[in-house]
Every structure is written in C-alpha cells, then in structure tokens.
C-alpha cells in the first residue's frame, strides 16, 4: 500500500498571501497524483489532477507541481473561499486507492 | 449538469446490514466506472470500492472486504453499497464518485450518513 503524507497539518495564512502545501508518497507514483478541496459540511470537490492539470473551473490561482514521490499544491493568493482541508490522492498503484491525511488552510 | 445524490443512510445496530444508493445523472452512467469513499466524523477520506462501467471488475478496501458489496444498475444509473456486519468504526459519511477516463473521483455525491450504534 501507498501511504501519502502530507504537511503541515494545519497551515495558517491571510488572505491574500500565498500557500504551498506538500505531499510525499511512500513510493513512486509518477504523475498520478490528485487534490482535493473540503468545506465543512461538503463534499470534497477535484482541483488537480495529473499532478499540474487543473480541473474544469479551478482557477489559475491553484497550481500543482511535483512527480514521483514529491508534490506540491501552491494556492498564488488567497481567496476567503479558499480557507479549506485539501487532500492528496495517489492512483497509480492500487487498490488500494489511497488519500493523504489533509492539510487544513485557516485564516491567520 | 453531473448529479450524484447519495441516499439510504440512518442508524443501524452492530452487526445490521443497510444499502445505500447514489442516483446519478447528467452524464452517461453506463460509461462510467464508480466508487465509494467514506469519512468517519472529524477524519480524513478512507477509499472502500471501486467498479468498472461494465459492473464485472470490483475492487475493495481490506477494511470492508468480505462485508460490504458494490453493485450498479445501469438501467437505473444507480450505483449501491450492500453493507453487512456492520461495525462501530463504520460510522462515516458514505460518498460516491465517478471517473471520467484518467481523471479520478472528478465527481462527487453529497453523501450519506450511516451511524453504527446501539
């Protein structure tokens, strides 16, 4: 099983500046590597894919970086709708598909 | 628009069963593989199964193996989760997801709350 890593846990950060949280894979995953976005009360909702490809209506603000075992999710300037648990994903190896634990953005 | 509307969910005693459903439309569902994924209260996102379009291949998390089934009517564009044995720890809000080609998990349900309890 892959096990995907993420930090910080918890990243705080006002509006307005920017905020680069990590993911790290047990093992190589290639480029198969996703972000999700959670607001309480929600489901999560895909920002990324292909470890740099934006999902349809993620705004360029959201860019991810990274292959292998190293991935990078970096929000450019941060909206108040922003403010949010973000996890990453790996789909390379599996089953089993596995998440990361979450980082959560909150305003500082 | 892709709609998933996850329902089915309630409380049920150690060792009940339930099945919950996810009604979709906007996209062609017998196209489409599937999956379930679950969240247990204040945690992070857990994967249980996954089915291809045709409904043959199934794959699951060994935490729900042997207990809970995946299934899907095409016909109906329903994708379900048979659950039995259920446990404590299966307490979770209980999403579904499509893919669409490469792109994992690019829609999700709203979920559905089922609470294991006594």
């Not at chain 2, 339930?18 to 062609?28: K, V, W």
């Not at chain 2, 945690?43 to 699951?60: Q, R, T, V």
Request: hydrophobic share 35%; glycine share 10%.
């Amino acid at each position: 099983e892959i096990v995907m890593t993420q930090s910080p846990a918890t990243l705080s950060v006002s509006p307005g500046e920017g905020a680069t949280l990590s993911c790290r894979a047990s093992q190589s995953v290639s480029n198969n590597l996703a972000w999700y976005q959670q607001k309480p009360g929600q489901a999560p909702r895909l920002l990324m894919y292909g470890a740099s490809t934006r999902a349809t209506g993620i705004p360029a603000r959201f860019s991810g970086s990274g292959s292998g075992t190293e991935f990078t999710l970096t929000i450019s300037s941060l909206q108040s709708e922003d403010f949010a648990v973000y996890y990453c994903h790996q789909y390379k190896n599996w089953p089993p598909l596995t998440f990361g634990g979450g980082t959560k953005v909150e305003i500082k | 628009q892709v709609q998933l509307v996850a329902s089915g969910g309630g409380v049920v005693q150690p060792g009940g069963s339930l099945r919950i459903s996810c009604a979709t439309s906007g996209f062609t569902f017998s196209s489409s593989d599937m999956y379930w994924v679950r969240q247990a209260p204040g945690k992070g996102l857990e994967w249980l199964a996954f089915i291809w379009s045709d409904g043959i291949n199934k794959y699951y998390a060994d935490s729900v193996k042997g207990r809970f089934t995946i299934s899907r009517d095409n016909s109906k564009k329903v994708l379900y989760m048979q659950m039995s044995s259920l446990r404590p720890e299966d307490t979770a809000v209980y999403y579904c997801a499509k893919r669409t080609g490469e792109i994992p998990l690019d829609y999700w349900g709203q979920g559905t709350l089922v609470t294991v309890s006594s």
